[in-house]
């Protein structure tokens, strides 16, 4: 036993490898837990972040070097933060230095100490900004910005989130004289704007204030529309009176600059950090930081900003829990939302999940009573009530480019009322397939088992899984045939139609092809909003989070693809994407009509849509499921291997598979070939690891991790990763 110095001490340091284990380096001086620090690794000098002190390191003493530097002069990281990323990492099977080094901002990963954010020049408009006139309402964005500056305190960083050339407008306003400014939010002046809440929303608010400062998870069911964001401002204002923080959790797509706008206006002289990979770098680091170091009251962000370290967290929410992008799909394949119900447990304090139609785990969890369930049964505003939903059986109809007389008629109907119409369809481009009419061959993606789809205004095949693009041939590839047609309907295809079938109609298609760029959104929404519309064609895009007032009719097209879809989980989408569609209509004080077209209006999906009734629906998928053994009654890990040649991916997890004992009441299944077998010219295979209990099959799993690393040394050129609660399989 080597003798221990006192002036030796040993610390275990995560590094940006994917290795699972930390690395003990030894230092002079005492280290707080949580600081970055510069250290020799191989021949490189690399970041590490300190996790642990290590009183007996397992290696031979003078082989551990030692760091070389405390890049931090107080640590950003606290001890709280460190057990949810080394929490992360057990539950995620995720090597444990990436996982701490994948949830960084940038500028933390490089080897070199920050510079704290300095705190802002802060603008308002001052009384003689009463004398002008204000923007119109169709510049939403020049509004917003206008708005901000009257409510409260802002900082340029948060002008530009509002209005991307806000620089020269405050230049102007300060020139006119209409603006004050300071430096910093007086925090005991903070003001809360609010709605009086009805009394749902009360009966809401009021059951997790009884729970502040203690864990409680409830699930806040409430249809579009009801004032869920409401009840989250009146938890808010509570929990900033705690002197506590807020971390506010949102799907990408709902995080915008107007939803950040209505934040603060409703909360002047609070401090706002926006967390989301649409602002600046240096921005992003200043927010990340004053959360860390207790600044910033109210944390806003997309999945990664759980991730955040907090000094004194409150209260977590987490808006449209159910919704799929609060998962990771790549690298570190987390939950946002199950890890801030970790760590709202930790932490002692409330977690509130709201959504319209809540993530069947969610509401399972409500029904065994683990959750407590809160219910906002109507819209807030009461002249706006729930649109009519009308199924229309499309089953031996005559169909124009997909769509039935029916609703055709409605349509016009709508355009003589001057009425605003949305026609959904969930498919971009202008059709599916081309195929030819001699052989019938399909027109493949070559690099996935896909259709390329047909984009008509670029003349071009594209694939929508990986990046594959190419001209149209001018003959059939496989049997030179020059006959090919395309088959099925995308949004190209419908606009085009829809302007040939009403040509008077303006129409604007809204789709990840027509809004590539940021501001082509901004003008169709300015002329949405002026009146310059009379019918939005429109995907998943235009389904959340904007409202339309003058939005009466909304069709829907072509949904039956997911009622028999091979995705168990497929139904459950479906009805949600559906109910968000349906909750664009109607929003304000318009009556709002929904036609869904479907060859199975019978079906029950349809018939508990019709009636909006969310609790049936999720009650008979899951007896389904239930009867099935599958999610949530059951828990799932996978094992993925790619290759280019499928049957080195599946000899891969077949010899894993053969070389594992698992725990009792695990079920191992498989190798199988994935739902959608080749993507980006990588073929995938997959093995499930099943069982009701969590802990038995993460054990299974955790042991499986050795035998991967072993055995892919044989198998060099393939690619494994492990996916814990998958969605995709
Ligand atoms: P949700 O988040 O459930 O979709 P919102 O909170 O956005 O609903 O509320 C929908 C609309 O109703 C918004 O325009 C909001 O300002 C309004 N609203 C919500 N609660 C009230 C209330 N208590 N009194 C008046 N208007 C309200
Ligand atoms: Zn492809």
Redesign the pocket.
């Known amino acids: 036993m080597t003798h221990l110095t006192e002036s030796q001490l040993f610390f275990d340091v995560a590094v940006d490898k994917p290795l699972y284990q930390l690395f003990t380096y030894q230092y002079l001086k005492d280290i707080p837990l949580g600081s970055r620090v510069s250290i020799p690794f191989g021949s490189k000098k690399i970041t590490g972040i300190v996790i642990q002190k290590n009183t007996h390191p397992k290696i031979a003493l003078n082989k551990i070097k030692s760091i070389e530097q405390v890049l931090d002069p107080t640590p950003i990281f606290t001890s709280e933060w460190i057990s949810l990323i080394q929490f992360t990492a057990t539950y995620y099977l995720y090597p444990i230095g990436q996982t701490f080094f994948s949830t960084l901002p940038v500028d933390l990963k490089q080897n070199k100490s920050i510079q704290h954010p300095k705190k802002p020049l802060l603008y308002q408009f001052n009384a003689k900004i009463n004398d002008e006139k204000p923007p119109q309402a169709r510049h939403q964005a020049l509004l917003a910005l206008w708005n901000a500056l009257k409510n409260s305190f802002i900082s340029l960083d948060e002008a530009i989130y509002l209005h991307p050339n806000a620089k020269s407008y405050l230049k102007k306003y300060q020139t006119k004289g209409l603006l004050d400014t300071k430096i910093e939010n007086n925090l005991s002046q903070w003001q809360y704007r609010t709605?009086?809440?009805?009394q749902e929303?009360k009966t809401a608010s009021q059951a997790v204030i009884n729970h502040i400062n203690q864990f409680k998870c409830f699930l806040l069911f409430?249809?579009?529309?009801?004032?869920?964001?409401?009840v989250y401002f009146e938890l808010i204002n509570r929990v900033i009176q705690e002197k506590k923080q807020i971390l506010m959790l949102l799907p990408v797509i709902n995080l915008t600059p107007q939803f950040f706008a209505r934040v603060k206006e409703t909360f002047s002289e609070a401090n706002i950090a926006v967390l989301h990979s649409k602002i600046s770098k240096r921005q992003r680091l200043d927010n990340y930081l004053n959360a860390s170091n207790g600044t910033a009251q109210i944390i806003i962000g997309t999945r990664l900003s759980i991730f955040t370290p907090l000094k004194n967290l409150g209260l977590i929410i987490v808006d449209e829990e159910h919704d799929d992008s609060f998962k990771q799909e790549n690298d570190l394949r987390y939950n946002a939302r199950d890890l801030a119900i970790w760590r709202a447990q930790k932490n002692d304090c409330p977690i509130v999940l709201?959504s319209?139609t809540p993530s069947l785990e969610s509401w399972y969890n409500a029904c065994q009573k683990k959750y407590t369930l809160l219910t906002?049964t109507n819209?807030?505003?009461s002249q706006s009530t729930l649109p009519e939903i009308h199924l229309i059986s499309t089953k031996n109809k005559i169909l124009h480019e997909g769509f039935s007389d029916e609703v055709l008629d409605q349509i016009q109907k709508n355009l003589s009322k001057k009425e605003l119409t949305l026609v959904y369809l969930n498919r971009r481009g202008y059709a599916p397939t081309i195929v030819c009419l001699d052989c019938g061959h399909v027109i493949e993606c070559d690099y996935c088992s896909a259709k390329m789809v047909y984009h008509k205004q670029q003349q071009r095949l594209k694939c929508h899984h990986c990046e594959h693009e190419q001209k149209i041939p001018c003959a059939c590839p496989k049997c030179g045939n020059q006959d090919l047609t395309s088959l099925g309907i995308g949004t190209e295809r419908i606009e085009q139609f829809l302007h040939d079938f009403f040509p008077t109609a303006r129409i604007a298609r809204v789709d990840s092809d027509t809004i590539a760029n940021k501001n082509a959104w901004t003008d169709i929404y300015e002329n949405v909003l002026n009146d310059e519309i009379d019918i939005l064609i429109g995907t998943q895009i235009l389904a959340k989070g904007h409202d339309f007032k003058n939005l009466s009719l909304v069709t829907v097209i072509h949904t039956d693809g997911s009622l028999f879809s091979a995705d168990y989980r497929a139904p459950e989408k479906l009805f949600s994407e559906l109910m968000q569609v349906s909750g664009r209509a109607g929003r304000d004080r318009t009556k709002g009509q929904v036609l869904i077209q479907t060859q199975f209006p019978d079906h029950p999906l349809f018939q508990a849509l019709k009636k909006h009734n969310y609790p049936e629906f999720a009650e008979q998928q899951l007896s389904e499921r239930l009867s099935l053994g599958f999610p949530p009654k059951s828990h799932r890990i996978v094992i993925k291997a790619e290759h280019i040649d499928f049957n080195i991916a599946e000899a891969f997890l077949k010899e894993l598979a053969e070389s594992i004992i698992p725990e009792p009441e695990v079920t191992i299944i498989g190798p199988l070939p994935m739902t959608m077998l080749k993507v980006a010219n990588r073929e995938r295979a997959i093995l499930y690891f099943e069982s009701e209990n969590r802990g038995l099959l993460h054990q299974t799993v955790k042991k499986a991790i050795a035998q991967l690393l072993s055995l892919q040394n044989n198998y060099r050129t393939l690619k494994w990763t492990i996916d814990v609660d998958p969605n995709e399989t």
């Open positions: 709605k009086t809440l009805n929303q409430g249809i579009t529309g009801s004032g869920k964001t409401e709201g319209a906002l819209r807030a505003i």
